[in-house]
């Protein structure tokens, strides 16, 4: 298994529960500037256990780096979980490496070389496929409208769908809340 252990972090500076493991300089993924430098820090996050951070600006073009993801990993992991109503219920981090598909939707969020980490819900997720719908419904109107229509739906609770986060690094965790953790569903 990789990952990064609280016991032994690489890093020495702490602030409460989180922990400087250090920094890094990679390639801006937008621009391609050779100096974003990245902090990466350890923090014991609620319902996951260790999450690492990493967070950067680019000093070139402003482009915002993030990523969060579970600080034990190695082996892909798949989630599946059927959503109705509760959609608060199911809180997610969803690393730059997964890919989240809605079937009954015709949703389908692969990553690529700037995608974003991010901890989030159900609701969420069809919040955020509602803002790309508004930016990408330019042609083909009314599949868009069905599609807008369907997730509108499935954000007001009269639509089940299946939500699945498939992560070929093992890097995400979906966890209904109220169960314990480490019971995250896979």
Request: with cysteine; aromatic share 6%; charged share 25%.
């Given at each position: 298994?990789?990952?990064?252990?609280?016991?032994?972090?690489?890093?020495?500076?702490?602030?409460?529960?989180?922990?400087?493991l250090g920094r890094e300089v990679i390639r801006c993924p937008s621009c391609g500037y050779e100096?974003?430098?990245?902090?990466?820090?350890?923090?014991?996050?609620?319902?996951?256990?260790?999450?690492?951070?990493?967070?950067?600006?680019?000093?070139?073009?402003?482009?915002?780096?993030?990523?969060?993801?579970?600080?034990?990993?190695?082996?892909?992991?798949?989630?599946?979980?059927?959503?109705?109503?509760?959609?608060?219920?199911?809180?997610?981090?969803?690393?730059?490496?997964?890919?989240?598909?809605?079937?009954?939707?015709?949703?389908?969020?692969?990553?690529?070389?700037?995608?974003?980490?991010?901890?989030?819900?159900?609701?969420?997720?069809?919040?955020?496929?509602?803002?790309?719908?508004?930016?990408?419904?330019?042609?083909?109107?009314?599949?868009?409208?069905?599609?807008?229509?369907?997730?509108?739906k499935a954000l007001e609770g009269e639509l089940e769908f299946t939500l699945i986060v498939d992560d070929p690094l093992g890097r995400s965790s979906v966890v209904r809340l109220g169960e314990?953790?480490?019971?995250?569903?896979?």
């Amino acid at each position: 298994m990789i990952g990064v252990s609280a016991e032994h972090p690489g890093g020495s500076e702490t602030t409460s529960s989180t922990v400087v493991l250090g920094r890094e300089v990679i390639r801006c993924p937008s621009c391609g500037y050779e100096g974003l430098e990245v902090s990466l820090y350890l923090y014991n996050a609620p319902h996951f256990g260790n999450v690492v951070m990493e967070v950067g600006r680019c000093p070139s073009c402003g482009f915002l780096y993030r990523d969060v993801y579970v600080a034990e990993y190695g082996e892909r992991k798949r989630f599946e979980v059927r959503v109705s109503k509760e959609l608060g219920d199911y809180l997610l981090i969803k690393s730059s490496s997964a890919t989240v598909v809605i079937p009954e939707l015709g949703i389908e969020i692969t990553p690529g070389p700037a995608a974003l980490g991010y901890i989030t819900t159900a609701r969420g997720i069809l919040e955020r496929v509602l803002e790309v719908l508004s930016l990408v419904c330019t042609e083909a109107i009314e599949e868009c409208q069905r599609r807008v229509e369907d997730v509108r739906k499935a954000l007001e609770g009269e639509l089940e769908f299946t939500l699945i986060v498939d992560d070929p690094l093992g890097r995400s965790s979906v966890v209904r809340l109220g169960e314990e953790r480490g019971k995250a569903r896979s």
